[in-house]
């Protein structure tokens, strides 16, 4: 279970003097679920539980040793986390200034970062899966199989930057107050 208070918070967010009242619990209980379903999605469990902590931070940074406390782990398997998701680009590590000590900061376009850098990813995809499509020959069943992979992947990567350019649009009217998500709302009816 993430976090041992069970009194309400009082948590000061770096964006405004604001004050606001928290139950940890239920916040750690939402750290759990969220990590959970990260966890379905293919994300080893212990980076899924560090990354939930870490978008729950009001600043988006927290020190190894506050993530290890929150969580209830380990400084090895925090360490270990925290690697995996800076190699993955959905964190950053920084230095705490005056300190050898790391801070490990979410950012608001975390999913925007990430998928930028897929772009990367899908062009190793790709030659691996031509080197696979000539081994195999691309008429077998195998080939044909990679055939057909390798071109969604191309798909993928061309319709990417058209993706993630109506993204930023999407943002900057949403910066703007002109295109209010339904936070709260179902996804579904």
Do not use: C
């Not at 927290?62 to 400084?75: G, R, T, V, Y």
């Not at 080197?131 to 077998?140: K, Q």
């Amino acid at each position: 279970m993430v976090g041992r208070a069970t009194a309400t918070a009082r948590v000061e967010t770096p964006a405004s003097d604001e004050i606001l009242d928290r139950d940890p619990a239920a916040v750690s209980r939402f750290v759990e679920r969220f990590a959970a379903a990260l966890v379905e999605a293919g994300m080893p469990r212990m980076p899924s539980r560090a990354f939930a902590a870490l978008l729950t931070a009001d600043s988006g940074v927290l020190s190894a040793a506050e993530l290890a406390d929150l969580l209830q782990a380990s400084p090895a398997a925090v360490s270990g986390a925290m690697r995996y998701l800076t190699q993955v680009n959905l964190t950053s590590r920084e230095r705490e200034p005056g300190s050898r000590r790391d801070r490990f900061r979410v950012h608001g376009d975390v999913w925007y970062e990430a998928s930028v850098h897929r772009d990367q990813l899908l062009v190793r995809w790709e030659a691996a899966l031509r080197e696979g499509i000539a081994v195999l020959g691309p008429d077998s069943p195998a080939g044909t199989r990679m055939a057909e992979t390798l071109a969604f992947i191309e798909f993928v990567g061309e319709e990417l930057p058209r993706l993630l350019e109506r993204w930023r649009a999407r943002k900057a009217a949403m910066n703007e107050g002109l295109d209010q998500p339904d936070v709260g709302l179902p996804a579904h009816p």
